[in-house]
């Protein structure tokens, strides 16, 4: 059974910090490239951060870049997202991203909700 589980989330101050994690089961996780996407209520999913299947290359969204890190362990089938100095503009509901890889599909994680809020 294919499994992606977010956790992190939750309420925290403009200017804060947050470190969501997505536990990967049932799929073969190194080697496959791993991405965090973003939707905010009304708004379209939006691609936040990639990490290459290496870990070796990094992309962001304009709107993230130099406040968020992408990161993965692959002993423990886990990808990062690091989110320093939050704005009230990142909240949104956070999805963890397994892209295709090798004769696998794609696969989503359920969301974690991520409010920027005093």
């Known amino acids: 059974q294919v499994q992606l589980v977010e956790s992190g989330g939750g309420l925290v101050q403009p200017g804060g910090s947050l470190r969501l994690s997505c536990a990967a089961s049932?799929?073969?996780?190194?080697?496959?490239?791993m991405s965090w996407y973003r939707q905010a209520p009304g708004k379209e999913r939006e691609l936040v951060a990639v990490?290459?299947?290496?870990?070796?290359?990094?992309n962001y969204a304009d709107s993230v870049k130099g406040r968020f890190t992408i990161s993965r362990d692959d002993a423990k089938n886990t990808v990062y997202l690091q989110m320093n100095s939050v704005k009230p503009e990142d909240t949104a509901v956070y999805y963890c991203?397994?892209?295709?890889?090798?004769?696998?599909?794609?696969?989503w994680g359920q969301g974690t909700q991520v409010t920027v809020s005093s």
């Open positions: 991203y397994a892209q295709p890889y090798l004769w696998s599909p794609h696969y």
């Open positions: 049932g799929i073969t996780f190194g080697g496959r490239a």
């Open positions: 990490i290459t299947g290496a870990g070796t290359s990094t």
